[in-house]
Each structure stands twice: as C-alpha cells, then as structure tokens.
Antibody, heavy 124, light 111 residues
Framework: QVQLQQSGPGLVKPSQTLSLTCAISGDSVSSNSAAWNWIRQSPSRGLEWLGRTFFRSKWSNDYAVSVKSRINIKPDTSKNHFSLQLNSVTPEDTAVYYC??????????????WGHGTLVTVSS | QSVLTQPPSVSGAPGQRVTISCTGSSSNIGAGFDVHWYHQRPGTAPKLLIYAFNNRPSGVPDRFSGSKSGASASLAISGPQADDEADYYCQSYDSSLSGWVFGGGTKLTVL
C-alpha cells in the first residue's frame, strides 16, 4: 500500500519561498511507472496541478505554465521523498497542497494516491 | 474558471440514477485524452473513483460508471447511497496548457 506523508510549514510570508516535502512508503521515487506530483486546491482556483518529477533513465520535470517561472520539484533518492519549492509567494498561493502519485497503466496516466494535504497560508 | 466544466451540484434519491457531466474542448477531452474521476469528502484528500473513462479501482462499487462522447464525459451513479455524498471532480490532460486539468467539482446530495 502506497502512503505519502507530507511535511512543511503552514504559514509563509509574502515574497518568501514555500517548501514542502513528501515522504513515500510502499513505492520508490525512482519508479519507472510512476511520477510524483504536487497539486493544490483553493476555493478560488479549485484543483490545480502544479508539476511533477519522474525517472525514465534520467530525471525529468514538467511544470504548469501558471507557476513555471517560480517552481522547483526535486527528488531525493536517499530519503525516498520529493519536495516542492514555490518562490515569491503571494496570498493567491494560499491553498491546500497535496503530494500525489501519478500512475501509468497502458497509455493512461492518473492520480491514484494522494497525501493528506497541507494547508499553506501566505500572510505577513 | 476551470478548463473542464461541471455542474455545481446534483441530487438524487437512492432509487434513481444520477449523472454528472464534464464538458471539455478540442484541446483536452475532444482530443482523445483520458478522463478520470475523483471524489472528495469534506476535510479529506480527493480519491480516485474511475480511471481511463470507465475503469474502477479495487474497492469502488459497480454503481459508479463513466462514459465519454465527443468533448464531454459523464459519471453515472446508479442508486446513490448516503455515503456517496461528496464532491466529484473530472480530470484530463490539456494540450494547449501542456498539463493536467480538473473540473470545478460537483456536489452530490442524496435525498
């Protein structure tokens, strides 16, 4: 059974960097059939996919256009976890952040395991 | 404004069939990209309900089914139960945005 355990601060000041970590159990961050995503949810923006990291003979990332200039998602194979850094945050970045496994089955890609979510508030 | 459009709410009695629509466009569902469905109870994370149009993960009852037609998809619940009250979200890939997108969510009320 895959489990994703999130950690990180729930309050970040405007213009600073939001940092969250997701520890994986029951799978490997280096899996060839999975990708590791961050998705956030807010009343104003709904569910919003932010980006992912994955390994297919080398590490790759994909990022949402809306945050591409200020996001970084990194794997840590020694700890079997992955992290999110979102720079220059504003109150618009206030949301519940989820780490999520994306799974490939045949030609399909879907989000099958979700972390419990972390409410991150951007406020001074 | 979500890329995929869902009705804000639907309701139905236990003996009825309820459907939730998900309308996309030529850059997502209409382009043939997968559609998946999730449900979310208050205070919890979304949970996978249907993947690849009409496949249920282990443990999901067969009263849930999915379909697709053109640039739209639908989730059907045959005989909703009180425990099915939740928010339901569709999800696909959008080639214009080069990323995965969600519907705005539909709240199901069981009468």
């Amino acid at each position: 059974q895959v489990q994703l355990q999130q950690s990180g601060p729930g309050l970040v000041k405007p213009s600073q960097t939001l940092s969250l970590t997701c520890a994986i159990s029951g799978d490997s961050v280096s899996s060839n059939s999975a990708a590791w995503n961050w998705i956030r949810q807010s009343p104003s923006r709904g569910l919003e996919w932010l980006g992912r990291t994955f390994f297919r003979s080398k590490w790759s990332n994909d990022y949402a256009v809306s945050v591409k200039s200020r996001i970084n998602i990194k794997p840590d194979t020694s700890k079997n976890h992955f992290s999110l850094q979102l720079n220059s945050v504003t109150p618009e970045d206030t949301a519940v952040y989820y780490c999520v496994r994306g799974t490939y089955t045949s030609s399909y890609y879907y989000f099958d395991y979700w972390g419990h979510g972390t409410l991150v508030t951007v406020s001074s | 404004q979500s890329v995929l459009t869902q009705p804000p709410s639907v309701s139905g009695a236990p003996g009825q069939r309820v459907t939730i629509s998900c309308t996309g466009s030529s850059s997502n569902i209409g382009a043939g990209f997968d559609v998946h469905w999730y449900h979310q109870r208050p205070g919890t994370a979304p949970k996978l309900l249907i993947y690849a149009f009409n496949n249920r993960p282990s443990g999901v009852p067969d009263r849930f089914s999915g379909s697709k037609s053109g640039a739209s998809a639908s989730l059907a619940i045959s005989g909703p139960q009180a425990d099915d009250e939740a928010d339901y979200y569709c999800q696909s890939y959008d080639s214009s945005l080069s990323g995965w997108v969600f519907g705005g969510g539909t709240k199901l009320t069981v009468l």
